[in-house]
Protein backbone atom coordinates (compact mmCIF):
# COMPACT_ATOMS: atom_id res chain seq x y z
CA UNK A 1 0.00 0.00 0.00
CA UNK A 2 2.69 2.35 1.12
CA UNK A 3 4.50 1.96 -2.84
CA UNK A 4 1.20 3.17 -4.21
CA UNK A 5 0.63 6.25 -2.03
CA UNK A 6 4.22 7.19 -3.31
CA UNK A 7 3.45 6.76 -6.63
CA UNK A 8 0.53 9.03 -6.61
CA UNK A 9 2.68 11.87 -4.87
CA UNK A 10 3.91 13.75 -7.66
CA UNK A 11 6.98 16.01 -6.97
CA UNK A 12 6.79 15.05 -3.27
CA UNK A 13 7.79 11.64 -3.99
CA UNK A 14 11.25 11.94 -3.40
CA UNK A 15 10.44 13.83 0.44
CA UNK A 16 8.88 10.32 1.74
CA UNK A 17 11.30 9.18 4.44
CA UNK A 18 13.72 10.80 7.51
CA UNK A 19 15.87 13.68 6.66
CA UNK A 20 19.06 15.12 9.10
CA UNK A 21 21.28 17.73 8.77
CA UNK A 22 23.49 20.00 11.42
CA UNK A 23 24.16 22.78 8.75
CA UNK A 24 21.40 25.21 9.63
CA UNK A 25 21.41 28.58 9.91
CA UNK A 26 18.21 30.38 11.58
CA UNK A 27 18.59 34.10 10.88
CA UNK A 28 15.87 35.45 13.54
CA UNK A 29 15.12 39.09 15.93
CA UNK A 30 15.63 38.80 19.59
CA UNK A 31 14.63 41.59 21.07
CA UNK A 32 16.25 44.27 18.99
CA UNK A 33 19.16 42.25 17.87
CA UNK A 34 19.50 40.39 14.79
CA UNK A 35 20.53 36.91 15.34
CA UNK A 36 22.58 34.28 13.57
CA UNK A 37 21.76 30.53 15.15
CA UNK A 38 23.77 27.06 14.13
CA UNK A 39 21.09 24.08 14.59
CA UNK A 40 20.61 20.47 13.44
CA UNK A 41 17.33 19.33 12.29
CA UNK A 42 15.12 16.39 12.02
CA UNK A 43 12.10 16.08 9.86
CA UNK A 44 10.39 12.78 9.22
CA UNK A 45 7.83 12.46 5.95
CA UNK A 46 5.09 9.53 6.35
CA UNK A 47 3.16 8.93 3.06
CA UNK A 48 -0.65 9.23 3.57
CA UNK A 49 -3.78 9.21 1.22
CA UNK A 50 -5.65 9.00 -0.59
CA UNK A 51 -7.64 12.03 1.01
CA UNK A 52 -10.85 12.52 -0.79
CA UNK A 53 -12.81 15.63 -0.50
CA UNK A 54 -15.91 14.85 -2.60
CA UNK A 55 -13.84 15.22 -6.39
CA UNK A 56 -10.47 16.27 -5.25
CA UNK A 57 -8.20 13.79 -4.52
CA UNK A 58 -4.93 14.34 -2.30
CA UNK A 59 -1.98 12.66 -1.63
CA UNK A 60 0.71 13.34 0.83
CA UNK A 61 3.04 13.41 3.61
CA UNK A 62 2.66 13.60 7.15
CA UNK A 63 5.71 15.40 8.55
CA UNK A 64 6.99 16.48 12.11
CA UNK A 65 10.31 18.43 12.13
CA UNK A 66 12.67 19.24 15.18
CA UNK A 67 15.75 21.91 15.43
CA UNK A 68 17.94 21.93 18.21
CA UNK A 69 20.87 24.85 18.80
CA UNK A 70 23.97 22.91 17.98
CA UNK A 71 25.33 21.37 21.01
CA UNK A 72 22.19 21.87 23.23
CA UNK A 73 19.31 19.15 23.61
CA UNK A 74 16.47 20.64 23.72
CA UNK A 75 14.60 21.85 20.81
CA UNK A 76 14.09 25.43 20.16
CA UNK A 77 11.34 25.04 17.24
CA UNK A 78 8.89 22.14 16.51
CA UNK A 79 6.36 21.69 13.51
CA UNK A 80 3.82 19.50 12.68
CA UNK A 81 1.48 19.34 9.20
CA UNK A 82 1.13 17.77 6.34
CA UNK A 83 2.60 18.11 2.56
CA UNK A 84 -0.04 17.24 -0.07
CA UNK A 85 -0.41 17.11 -3.62
CA UNK A 86 -3.60 18.09 -5.67
CA UNK A 87 -2.69 16.51 -9.19
CA UNK A 88 -6.28 17.13 -10.76
CA UNK A 89 -5.17 21.05 -9.73
CA UNK A 90 -1.34 20.96 -10.25
CA UNK A 91 -1.01 21.85 -6.60
CA UNK A 92 0.98 21.46 -3.65
CA UNK A 93 0.07 22.10 -0.49
CA UNK A 94 2.01 22.55 3.12
CA UNK A 95 -0.14 22.91 6.13
CA UNK A 96 0.99 23.23 9.58
CA UNK A 97 1.44 24.24 12.94
CA UNK A 98 3.95 25.62 15.25
CA UNK A 99 3.54 24.97 19.06
CA UNK A 100 3.89 29.13 19.22
CA UNK A 101 0.35 29.21 17.99
CA UNK A 102 0.94 29.69 14.42
CA UNK A 103 -0.73 28.05 11.53
CA UNK A 104 0.62 28.13 8.01
CA UNK A 105 -1.73 27.23 4.76
CA UNK A 106 0.58 27.30 1.46
CA UNK A 107 0.47 26.40 -2.09
CA UNK A 108 1.85 26.75 -5.40
CA UNK A 109 1.50 25.21 -8.59
CA UNK A 110 3.35 22.45 -9.81
CA UNK A 111 3.40 19.27 -12.18
CA UNK A 112 3.50 15.88 -11.39
CA UNK A 113 7.19 15.74 -12.38
CA UNK A 114 8.64 18.84 -10.43
CA UNK A 115 11.65 18.92 -9.36
CA UNK A 116 11.23 22.14 -7.44
CA UNK A 117 8.17 23.97 -6.33
CA UNK A 118 7.36 27.26 -4.84
CA UNK A 119 4.74 27.87 -2.12
CA UNK A 120 3.47 30.93 -0.26
CA UNK A 121 1.03 32.06 2.35
CA UNK A 122 0.02 35.71 3.43
CA UNK A 123 -1.86 36.86 6.22
CA UNK A 124 -5.12 37.60 5.28
CA UNK A 125 -5.82 35.27 2.47
CA UNK A 126 -8.59 33.10 2.91
CA UNK A 127 -6.94 30.26 0.81
CA UNK A 128 -3.14 30.27 1.26
CA UNK A 129 -3.54 32.03 4.94
CA UNK A 130 -1.63 32.47 8.01
CA UNK A 131 -3.05 32.89 11.55
CA UNK A 132 -1.31 33.91 14.96
CA UNK A 133 -1.72 34.01 18.05
CA UNK A 134 -3.28 37.03 19.56
CA UNK A 135 0.36 37.86 21.43
CA UNK A 136 2.30 36.77 17.89
CA UNK A 137 -0.44 39.21 15.86
CA UNK A 138 0.10 42.49 18.21
CA UNK A 139 3.72 41.74 18.74
CA UNK A 140 5.67 39.79 15.61
CA UNK A 141 2.75 39.42 13.11
CA UNK A 142 3.84 36.91 10.17
CA UNK A 143 2.66 38.65 7.22
CA UNK A 144 4.22 36.30 4.70
CA UNK A 145 5.46 32.58 4.47
CA UNK A 146 7.72 31.22 1.46
CA UNK A 147 8.85 28.03 0.76
CA UNK A 148 12.40 28.98 1.09
CA UNK A 149 11.36 29.73 4.81
CA UNK A 150 11.65 32.85 4.80
CA UNK A 151 9.02 34.28 7.16
CA UNK A 152 8.26 38.06 7.05
CA UNK A 153 7.19 39.49 10.56
CA UNK A 154 5.66 42.70 11.16
CA UNK A 155 7.06 44.25 14.75
CA UNK A 156 4.47 47.17 15.40
CA UNK A 157 6.81 48.66 18.04
CA UNK A 158 9.34 49.39 15.76
CA UNK A 159 6.53 49.93 12.73
CA UNK A 160 9.42 47.81 10.96
CA UNK A 161 9.28 44.47 8.64
CA UNK A 162 11.73 41.78 9.04
CA UNK A 163 12.89 38.46 7.17
CA UNK A 164 13.05 35.82 9.78
CA UNK A 165 15.19 32.86 7.32
CA UNK A 166 16.12 29.35 8.18
CA UNK A 167 18.66 27.26 5.54
CA UNK A 168 19.97 23.75 6.40
CA UNK A 169 21.19 21.08 3.52
CA UNK A 170 19.12 17.61 4.96
CA UNK A 171 19.78 14.14 3.91
CA UNK A 172 18.11 11.06 3.63
CA UNK A 173 18.57 8.70 6.25
Avoid at 15 to 35: F, Q
Avoid at 87 to 102: D, E, H, S, T, W
Wanted: proline residues 3%; negative net charge.
Amino acid sequence: MNDLIVKNLGPLAALSGTWEGDLGIDVSRVHSNITETKYREKIIFEPLGPVNNGPQELYGLRYSMTAWRLGEDEAFHEELGYWLWDAGNKQVLRCFMVPRGVVINAGGDAQADSKSFHLSAKVGSESYGILSNKFLDESYKTMKYLLEETTRLWIPINEATFDHTDENTLTKV
